[in-house]
Nanobody, 121 residues
Framework: QVQLVESGGGLVQAGGSLRLSCAASGSIYNTNTMGWYRQAPGKQRELVATITTGGSTNYADSVKGRFNISRDNTKNTVYLQMNSLKPEDTAVYHC???????????????WGQGTQVTVSS
């Protein structure tokens, strides 16, 4: 069984910063890409940022220059540093990990339960 547990969400004023963390635990053989997605009320889930095992990153245009994704491969943990936050960043942020549970398993996507980020104007 694999679990992804997020932390670090909360309420912040516009212009402020938050740092999200997501730790994957359980039966994990190795982890491929990890990332963050968000879903605002009434909207579809959208990509925020992803990072490969080797450290290559990809960001949504709306967060480039403000957010930074990083990971610790030894801990199967991914982070999202969010700076210059805007009210439109308000959403539930979900962690994603593409991993396999053993050498003879396929890579599968796992999701965290989500953490609320609210940015007040």
């Amino acid at each position: 069984q694999v679990q992804l547990v997020e932390s670090g969400g909360g309420l912040v004023q516009a212009g402020g910063s938050l740092r999200l963390s997501c730790a994957a635990s359980g039966s994990i053989y190795n982890t491929n890409t990890m990332g963050w997605y968000r879903q605002a009320p009434g909207k579809q889930r959208e990509l925020v940022a992803t990072i490969t095992t080797g450290g290559s990153t990809n960001y949504a245009d709306s967060v480039k220059g403000r957010f930074n994704i990083s990971r610790d491969n030894t801990k199967n943990t991914v982070y999202l540093q969010m700076n210059s936050l805007k009210p439109e960043d308000t959403a539930v942020y979900h962690c994603n990990a593409n991993l396999r549970r053993s050498w003879n398993h396929c890579y599968e996507d796992y999701w965290g339960q989500g953490t609320q980020v609210t940015v007040s104007s």
